[in-house]
Nanobody, 114 residues
Framework: QVRLVESGGGLVQPGGSLRLSCAAS????????MGWYRQAPGKQRELVAV???????NYADSLKGRFTISRDNAKNTVYLQMNSLRPEDTAVYYC????????WGQGTQVTVSS
């Protein structure tokens, strides 16, 4: 059974930082591209960042320079470091694993508010 479990969300003040983690099980993690997406209330889910099995990264243009995706294949975990957070970053953040079939986690809430 494939499981993707996100953690690390929470409430943070504007300008603060959070690091999200997504632990995967049930897949050969190292051969999957991993991604982070987010969905704000009333909006469609959107890409945040992806990292290929080889470590290549791609980001939403609006997030470049503030967010960093990384992976640790030994821990079957993908991370999203989020810096200089803004209220508009408030959303549920989801990780996914993609290789022919796409798997999704349940999401973790990130709220940026003073």
């Amino acid at each position: 059974q494939v499981r993707l479990v996100e953690s690390g969300g929470g409430l943070v003040q504007p300008g603060g930082s959070l690091r999200l983690s997504c632990a995967a099980s049930g897949i050969i993690f190292s051969i999957y591209a991993m991604g982070w997406y987010r969905q704000a209330p009333g909006k469609q889910r959107e890409l945040v960042a992806v990292i290929s099995s080889g470590g290549s990264t791609n980001y939403a243009d609006s997030l470049k320079g503030r967010f960093t995706i990384s992976r640790d294949n030994a821990k079957n975990t993908v991370y999203l470091q989020m810096n200089s957070l803004r209220p508009e970053d408030t959303a549920v953040y989801y990780c996914n694993a993609e290789r022919i079939i796409t798997y999704w986690g349940q999401g973790t809430q990130v709220t940026v508010s003073s």
